[in-house]
């Protein structure tokens, strides 16, 4: 039970499919209380359209209706938009007002417009916007959301954030990861700098792990050629590709309390990254 006696923020789980779900359950079952948060209508998002409100409402309903069922109706739930900081600081006063103090965070949220219907965009057709909208997402909201928790005195001295990347952060892959791939690239360079400068100020570890391609997922279902890219990382894996569950161990670990583990960008996906 490393994490017995701490409260643990889950952002990113859509469906019982999603990398945080998996995550999330290890991290329960190593004792730690949950926080979930995920995409949802809220007071801040102004002048949308009938069809992106019904998507929202859905979405968050999907979510909440995971949560009953994989986690249990005890589980605190708040919608949290990060591309919004009205929405953001809103989830972070909530969990004020409910005394919650959080001893870490999983971040587990990306999106890429130039991604669809199975089609990744090359660089050069990417637009200023699309290039932007996967960097606000997927990258600073790990920044906007850590500011937030750590302002509003609800993620404590010696927490312990994580976050989730891939290896085409750094590499061309077996699969086009384009604009997405830069956004990543971002992300473990925040998670570095957090990382000094948290460290520095208030003890609080910050890490990201890579994983193995996961189809199964609404965001990893969405990647041209990553299923290719799944058979592909099986067969040269020195242990096949890594499992959602490998990902939760990872993650609960990274998570305890104690340790001086920080500043890592870890791989979690059998050991394909070892090869040429
Ligand atoms: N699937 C893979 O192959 C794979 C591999 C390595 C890393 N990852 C990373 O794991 C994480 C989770 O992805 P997943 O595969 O479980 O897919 P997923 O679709 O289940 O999760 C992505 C999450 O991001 C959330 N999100 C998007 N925009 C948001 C916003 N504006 N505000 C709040 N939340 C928002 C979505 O609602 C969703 O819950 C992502 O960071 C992804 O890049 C995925």
Redesign the pocket.
Known sequence: MSLKDTTILI?????P????LACAKQVKLEGAKLVCT??GLTKHHANLSDKAKAYLEK?YSDFEKTIETELGKDTVTIP????LDGSIDEASDTLKEKGIKLNGFLH????DKTIRAGVVKPLLEVTREEFAGAQD??AYSLIALTRSLLQKEVLQKNSSIVS???LGASKIVQHPYKNIGIAKAALERITIELAWELGKSHNIKVNAI??????G????GA?EG?QEAFDYNEKNSPMGNAKPEDLGYEVAYLLRPYGRITAEIRHVDGGFNIRA
Not at 80 to 83: F, N
Request: aromatic share 8%.
């Open positions: 952002t990113g789980i859509t469906d499919n999603s990398l945080a995920a995409l979405t949290l938009d990060v591309t587990s949220i990306a999106m997402v997927s989730l990347s891939y890579r994983f193995s391609p996961f189809t997922s609404k965001a990893g990647i990553l």
